[in-house]
């Protein structure tokens, strides 16, 4: 069955870093296009990015754009988050998502604050 691990959340200052990565396993990793979600406290889940199946291109929420980068590793199957210069509403449980594929792991949670 499909497995989702993600981790590497904390609480970080604004202006701060992170790095968060997404263990996948139960699928073939490098069919699938990959994605980042995150739900901040009281609102909807959003996309905030994704990346094709070899990696090469990358798509980005206009909130995150020039701040955050996806990349992947097929041959470990795992997918990752950078996210630099973060910003208070950055605060959010962060997922990743196969695409196409209806399944959810636990998340990793990042926040931000002074």
């Known amino acids: 069955q499909v497995q989702l691990v993600e981790s590497g959340g904390g609480l970080v200052q604004p202006g701060g870093s992170l790095r968060l990565s997404c263990a996948a396993s139960?699928?073939?990793?490098?069919?699938?296009?990959m994605n980042w979600y995150r739900q901040g406290p009281g609102k909807e889940r959003e996309w905030v990015g994704g990346?094709?199946?070899?990696?090469?291109?990358?798509k980005y929420a206009d909130s995150v754009q020039g701040r955050f980068t996806i990349s992947r590793d097929n041959a470990r199957n795992v997918v990752y988050l950078q996210m630099n210069n973060l910003k208070l509403e950055d605060t959010a449980v962060y997922y990743c998502?196969?695409?196409?594929?209806?399944?959810w792991g636990r998340g990793t949670q990042v926040t931000v604050s002074s």
């Open positions: 139960g699928f073939t990793f490098r069919y699938y296009p």
């Open positions: 990346v094709t199946r070899d990696g090469g291109v990358r």
């Open positions: 998502k196969p695409d196409g594929v209806d399944s």
